[in-house]
């Protein structure tokens, strides 16, 4: 007789080699993707000199300046700082922090989106962070690297997601402290896990109101 639902062999019965397994790591695969080309990149960076990797991170870095004051006319750095700026850090610390911080924010979102979506999300508001903060500290010429623009998307993002109705004043609350401790750390110039690296806060917060803003945008429309 043939077994039905609950009687057929898997891997709640502990039969090898049967049945479907759960991934030891159970992330979205953008996700992961995103955790191993970043870690790829701070692991490649730990084999240059310091010399060649202070240049990369001043070829690849945002530097506001650069997109103010017409004092260079590399196009090709102008072009991919925004995005390539998200996937350098300021060392394994800063690198894990984000990392964890994508993980845990990023699955639902994915989920919701799926990884094309996501991954577009995902870098669109790693952009925005990178234009407020050029617009507001237009003559600096000290780059920014770091995720941490695109995950605060994330976290907009995933706010809005899980919401429990309300409409948007529910979420006000929690909105309200992760952006009042974004203006502290970037007036005190530190961050848990970052050293003495001074904090892009707003750039973080741009981020931040960028996924609450268009995270509808990038949610697929139910098939007619």
């Known amino acids: 007789m043939p077994f039905d639902q609950e009687q057929r062999p898997g891997p709640e019965r502990g039969i090898p080699g049967r049945g479907t397994y759960e991934?030891?790591?159970?992330?979205?695969?953008?996700?992961?993707?995103?955790?191993?080309?970043?870690?790829?990149?701070?692991?490649?960076?730990?084999l240059l000199s310091d010399g060649v990797d202070d240049k990369l991170i001043l070829q690849l870095g945002l530097i506001p300046a650069r997109y103010t004051t017409g004092a260079t006319?590399?196009?090709l750095s102008l072009i991919a700082a925004p995005i390539a700026y998200q996937f350098l850090h300021g060392g394994w610390v800063h690198l894990g922090v984000n990392m964890l911080s994508l993980a845990a924010f990023g699955a639902p979102v994915?989920?919701?989106?799926?990884?094309?979506?996501?991954?577009?999300?995902?870098?669109?508001?790693?952009?925005?962070?990178?234009?407020?903060?050029?617009?507001?500290?237009?003559?600096?010429?000290?780059?920014?690297?770091?995720?941490?623009?695109?995950?605060?998307?994330?976290?907009?993002?995933?706010?809005?997601?899980?919401?429990?109705?309300?409409?948007?004043?529910?979420?006000?609350?929690?909105?309200?402290?992760?952006?009042?401790?974004?203006?502290?750390?970037?007036?005190?110039?530190?961050?848990?896990?970052?050293?003495?690296?001074?904090?892009?806060?707003?750039?973080?917060?741009a981020g931040f109101l960028f996924g609450l803003a268009a995270i509808r945008l990038f949610v697929p429309r139910p098939p007619a």
């Open 23 to 46: 991934r030891a790591i159970n992330l979205p695969p953008a996700i992961l993707w995103l955790i191993v080309i970043n870690v790829a990149v701070q692991g490649l960076r730990q």
């Open 73 to 75: 006319d590399d196009w």
């Open 110 to 205: 994915e989920r919701t989106l799926g990884p094309r979506r996501f991954v577009l999300f995902y870098l669109a508001a790693g952009i925005a962070a990178a234009a407020v903060h050029v617009l507001i500290y237009s003559d600096s010429i000290d780059p920014v690297v770091g995720a941490s623009g695109a995950i605060s998307g994330i976290f907009g993002g995933v706010l809005i997601l899980l919401r429990n109705g309300g409409g948007i004043t529910s979420l006000l609350p929690v909105a309200g402290v992760w952006i009042a401790m974004n203006v502290f750390f970037g007036v005190v110039g530190g961050t848990p896990g970052a050293g003495d690296q001074p904090v892009a806060w707003a750039a973080h917060i």
